[in-house]
């Protein structure tokens, strides 16, 4: 058995026909080729250029998408019935030369399918080893940031005018980007604002499943429990609000029930 070339790459192969002619001028004799056209326009172009008084038949076509691999292996299978040396014409039954090529293009197909197959396992585990990568990086980075508060350091500072209106411009982006695709960096924004003794981002931070190891602030009003809820689109902190009596809250949840 002839050693037989693998389809290294799907994208390098050419789509075509293997085809298996015949003629009546030589009878005992198969021209087994490739084409990229029609096998009957290759038919047509074998016969003007041979000068056979006879066209060429058509006996057999398949068509494979690695063409150039494909023949040049079923070649070497045919290799010992070749008639003449560097000619496609081949001295064996019809039936056994359809087996061949039809043997080697499944095996091809096959061999190219397992290909994709261990590519595509590849990129899975490859995918499912930065996924893991990543989550461990932001529990990582979330667990470096929950020391950062501390309560007793925030009432001990005296912050200026200049330190509260950056830790209001803080929480307002980090409240934004929490309720988007940005939620990492929206807390890594309210830590710093918490760290800023904004009193709202200390709150949030606290009431967050994922950073509620950080002290429990200052009880808010209701009104501080309702600004939280509008701007961060939580209800919890609307309902906090409406069960501390805030009107705003009230007619907020009225309003907008149909949607909760």
């Known amino acids: 058995m002839p050693k037989l070339e693998k389809n290294i790459s799907l994208t390098t192969n050419q789509l075509g026909f293997i085809y298996i002619m015949s003629n009546p001028s030589f009878p005992y004799l198969l021209k087994i080729g490739k084409t990229t056209r029609t096998t009957i326009e290759r038919a047509k172009e074998i016969s003007s250029s041979s000068g056979v008084p006879t066209p060429f038949k058509i006996d057999y076509e398949i068509m494979t998408p690695s063409l150039d691999v494909a023949e040049k292996n079923i070649h070497k ?63 990582k980075y979330l667990s470096e940031l929950k020391p950062e508060i501390s309560l007793k350091n925030i009432k001990k500072k005296d912050y200026t005018k200049e330190q509260k209106k ?39 931070l606290f009431d967050r499943k994922d950073t509620s190891s950080f002290p429990y602030p200052d009880k808010l009003t209701d009104e501080e429990f309702y600004e939280i809820g509008v701007e961060t689109k939580d209800m919890n902190f609307i309902n906090r609000a409406f069960e501390l009596g805030n009107l705003k809250a009230k007619t907020f949840i009225q309003q907008n029930q149909k949607f909760y």
């Open 77 to 139: 299978q045919l290799d010992k019935y070749r008639h003449r040396k560097e000619r496609e014409f081949f001295k064996l039954p019809l039936n056994q030369a359809i087996i061949i090529a039809k043997e080697e293009i499944i095996r091809l197909l096959e061999t190219d399918i397992g290909s994709l197959k261990s590519r595509l396992d590849k990129r899975v585990e490859k995918t499912r080893n930065d996924l893991i990568e990543e989550i461990e990086d932001k529990e």
């Open 166 to 204: 950056l830790a209001g411009k803080l929480y307002n982006n980090g409240a934004n980007k929490i309720i988007t695709w940005d939620y990492y960096r929206g807390i890594e924004l309210l830590v710093r604002a918490a760290n800023l003794g904004h009193r709202k981002a200390q709150y949030i």
